[in-house]
């Protein structure tokens, strides 16, 4: 599964102005529920605040990961939203959140593998400053999806200049 066949432009949002994360969960939940994803808004919420309840979702460097097992859940996706301003959210760097990727994923075993490739694919993803920096900076909705989907470009000089071969003693 790549990226760009779980990014939806039904559930990307940027420039979003919320006060809150209950604001924000509230947005997305309704993208969901739009774009076919989610049946029952109330119940989702309920599920993801149960998830919150267990520890902090936001992941430092302005990221919040939301998400949690749902009934509701007709259809796995992804909601991305890049907030205007930075909202309180706990987080493990104590850092608010400015981007929120929420999950939508059902409550049955399959939905939990889902849910874990979904999870890595975006980890790995804003494990790279430069991921960030596009979202922070994204103006629409085909940015966010560059921003997830655009390979750093390195050439083979870079790759060397990485590694540095002239450096290297074998022993």
């Known amino acids: 599964m790549e990226i760009t066949e779980v990014l939806d432009q039904q559930t990307i949002v940027t420039h979003l ?7 924000t969960l509230e947005y997305m939940a309704q993208m969901f529920v739009k774009a076919g994803n989610v049946n029952d808004k109330e119940q989702f919420i309920k599920d993801v605040y149960e998830r919150e309840a267990i520890g902090a979702t936001g992941v430092g460097n302005y990221i919040a990961i ?7 859940v007709t259809k796995p996706g992804v909601a991305v939203a890049v ?17 929120v990727i929420l999950f939508a994923v059902g409550a049955d075993d399959e939905a939990a593998m889902e849910h874990l490739k979904l999870l890595a694919m975006f980890s790995k993803r804003l494990g790279d400053d430069a ?3 596009r979202l922070l900076e994204a103006e629409g909705v085909e940015d ?28």
């Open 17 to 23: 102005a919320t006060k809150d994360k209950a604001e």
């Open 66 to 72: 939301p998400h949690g097992k749902s009934t509701a």
């Open 83 to 99: 907030l205007n301003h930075e909202i309180e959210w706990e987080s493990l760097d104590n850092t608010g959140a400015k981007i």
């Open 131 to 133: 991921v960030i920096r």
């Open 144 to 171: 966010v999806i560059h921003a997830f989907s655009e390979e750093e470009d390195t050439t083979e000089a870079d790759k060397e200049e990485e590694l540095n071969l002239d450096d290297i003693e074998i022993l």
